[in-house]
């Protein structure tokens, strides 16, 4: 079986979309698929290139934006895009950009079996635009997406059954899986290590410095948190807030609400497991998240989540109990949470192992093996 992934931008590793695309496209190769990538050229000239590489196209206005988020729009080059499709049996789609409207466009003339996985929601893209969380371009981007890409499509991957719960209400046709993108995980089960709320707990939050992940709503949540002259908050992560974020943690060191200093960094995955067994608790803070595989992750080794709740939210899927979870975008109810998990050291030890165990059910070995068998429905049904 030959698939061919279709994205803009693969090779940002500070992004959920770009790991994500590698990591299953490594992980079927593995199991006896030959898949391949067409992607905008790799910006490193000395890392992996797509097999189907396309030119950048840097969109008017917008571009210092989506440069700020990692993002590069794919240039529409339809020789590229005939080769790359002549190539494939199924044609893997896992955005609804400008390159996707073309290369479902052609696919369906040529006569082949496409797929898709929902990756982002609207509000994904248009918050990093500056749009605010509610307005009238969501649900046109919406019908856009649905009409031109998706509705096109005989099957979708949905990472999490929030996801195929939106999908199904918004009225897409194709077949709904809820596959998880999965994790990496150690041939034997982890032993949370017992982590004490002193002398200083360590908080982690993971993920991109943008508006839709909403860590500030994490450090508003040190006004309200009985704590936090103890609390150590540590951001992983790079973006366009990075710089008004640390703003704001240097204001709450200076009015005495953080005794200690937040640390900021990008970190690698090895850093970041190691992150995750020493820290007391993981924060989530995303207003709209398909998945959140950095909070899977975490938990893989132990940690403790405290995760943002809502409608566009998939992430908390993952939380096992009420205190794991709290309204997004409140920060005194976060930091009510946070401060239960620290006045509550014997449960918070007990969860970490719960969490590490639960983690064990999105082994990506299990969601390759889904995918491979969504694809060969998907080729039966269109009797290729």
Not at 268 to 290: K, Q
Not at 321 to 344: K, N, T
Request: glycine letters at 6%.
């Amino acid at each position: 079986m030959k698939v061919l992934f279709v994205c803009n931008n693969a090779y940002n590793p500070g992004n959920g979309l770009s790991v994500s695309i590698h990591n299953t496209i490594r992980e079927l190769r593995e199991h006896g698929v030959d898949a391949r990538l067409m992607a905008v050229r790799n910006p490193d000239p000395g890392g992996d290139q797509p097999d189907f590489p396309l030119g950048h196209f840097k969109f008017p206005v917008f571009e210092p934006i989506i440069y700020a988020n990692g993002f590069a729009y794919a240039k529409i080059e339809r020789e590229v895009i005939r080769e790359a499709l002549a190539w494939a049996d199924v044609v893997h789609i896992q955005e609804a950009m400008p390159l996707e409207n073309v290369v479902v466009a052609m696919a369906r003339k040529m006569g082949k079996t496409l797929t898709a996985t929902f990756h982002l929601y609207p509000q994904n893209v248009l918050a990093n635009l500056g749009f605010p969380k509610r307005n009238f371009v969501n649900p046109f981007l919406l019908d856009n997406w649905r009409g031109l890409v998706f509705n096109h499509c005989s099957d979708i991957q949905c990472p999490t059954e929030v996801v195929r719960n939106y999908l199904a209400n918004k009225r897409f046709k194709a077949r709904l899986h809820v596959i998880s993108n999965g994790i990496d995980l150690p041939s034997e089960p982890v032993r949370a290590a017992a982590v004490e709320p002193a002398p200083a707990v360590d908080i982690l939050c993971v993920g991109r410095m943008a508006s839709e992940k909403s860590q500030d709503t994490l450090l508003q949540a040190m006004r309200y948190s009985r704590h936090a002259g103890r609390i150590h908050l540590i951001f992983a992560g790079r973006g366009p807030k990075a710089r008004k974020y640390e703003k704001m943690a240097r204001r709450l060191e200076a009015a005495g609400v953080l005794k200690i200093p937040a640390t900021f960094g990008f970190n690698t995955h090895e850093e970041l497991a190691a992150l995750a067994r020493t820290s007391y608790l993981y924060v989530h803070c995303a207003w709209v998240e398909v998945e959140g595989l950095s909070c899977l992750e975490a938990t893989r080794e132990g940690l403790v989540p405290v995760i943002a709740e809502g409608d566009l939210i998939g992430t908390s899927v993952f939380s096992l109990c009420p205190e794991s979870r709290y309204p997004a975008g409140d920060s005194r109810a976060l930091a009510e949470r946070i401060d239960w998990w620290i006045e509550h050291p014997q449960e918070r030890n007990r969860m970490a192992q719960r969490y590490a165990d639960a983690a064990r059910k999105y082994d990506i070995d299990r969601s390759i093996e889904a995918l491979i068998a969504m694809f060969r429905q998907a080729l039966d049904a269109s009797g290729r």
